[in-house]
């Protein structure tokens, strides 16, 4: 295998357990914008991931445009994913986009802006000053890319925890299924005809990843050829500054962490307004990201009650 394909495979686990596209699969991916770059957080130093210490990344998904930059869109998801090598666990922690926060280019606005004022660095820094946490590295992407990789792996399973319509008019039912490209992006971008919008679609978001990474997992332990294919829906478009042995071990890090030992959570706050939008004001210092700051991770016996506000 070659060093690009080597690339190209630690690139797809990592899309694995984020759960967003890897690929466009469009006719001509020579020419087309990444539609996921891996990098390190901050430049000035490299992260230590064989050890013991907690392991911070922070992933995003960018709601731009086929056409535009990832970085020119807004943050549409946004999830520190904390994993612990000692304990083998890992937790997601969503960031609802409306949260009204520090802005690290200057000002206090919606999260969600961060990335097209300062790209990821800003949106980096603005959650790094929000939660107190220095992150080893981010993963940034596009919504629509993840309808092409999961048709290219014949459908996303996933476990619908209640039923609910989606913004298309999908009737969503509870319980095992498995979605098309358009109904995962639809499942994981439906916000109003949930109980509690935003907070309710950021845990879905979650739910996606972990779909992602627990089917990958599946088929690779059933059949271990299944890796070729989905080597074979990420290896076009990826980008990323982070040397071959960083990515080897990242991924070989993520795989240890078996999925009944990857929480899933939101940090959630209060509605209001600003400026006559609605906003989310989250509560200084908030206990899920004090929790996960401090380690990595959180026991689902120490998860608040509202922050798994449906299912």
């Given at each position: ?203 879905n978001h979650g739910r996606i990843m972990l779909a992602a990474f627990s089917q990958f997992r599946a088929e690779f332990r059933r059949d271990p050829t299944a890796l070729f294919r989905w080597i074979a829906a990420g290896m076009r478009n990826v980008s ?72």
């Open positions: 295998m070659t060093g690009r394909q080597l690339v190209a495979t630690v690139a797809t686990l990592a899309a694995g357990l984020s759960g967003l596209g890897v690929a466009t699969l469009q006719a001509t991916p020579a020419v087309s914008a990444p539609v996921l770059q891996i990098g390190a957080a901050h430049a000035e130093y490299g992260p230590t991931i064989t050890g013991n210490d907690p392991i911070f990344i922070l992933i995003l998904g960018s709601d731009s445009r086929p056409g535009t930059a990832l970085e020119d869109g807004l943050c549409d998801s946004i999830h520190i994913l904390g994993i612990d090598p000692k304990t083998k666990r890992a937790t997601l922690v969503g960031i609802p986009r409306d949260s009204y926060v520090p802005i690290a280019s200057g000002g206090t606005n919606k999260i969600n802006v961060a990335l097209p004022q300062g790209g990821p660095e800003g949106m980096v820094a603005t959650v790094e000053d929000l939660t107190g946490i220095t992150f080893d590295y981010f993963m940034l992407t596009g919504f629509e890319g993840m309808t092409r990789i999961f048709d290219a792996l014949g459908g996303l399973r996933i476990d619908v925890p209640y039923a609910f319509k989606g913004y298309e008019n999908t009737d969503f039912t509870a319980g095992p299924t498995t979605m098309t490209g358009a109904e995962a992006l639809e499942y994981s971008r439906t916000r109003k005809s949930l109980s509690h919008g935003d907070f309710d679609r950021s845990m990323t500054d982070l040397p071959l042995d960083d990515l080897l071990a990242l991924a070989f890090t993520s795989w240890e962490i078996r999925p009944a030992r990857l929480t899933n959570l939101v940090a959630v706050g209060e509605i209001g307004t600003a400026g006559g939008a609605s906003i989310v004001s989250l509560p200084s210092p908030h206990p899920v990201l004090e929790d996960i700051a401090a380690d990595g991770f959180i026991l689902p016996e120490d998860i608040p009650a509202d922050a798994e506000p449906a299912g």
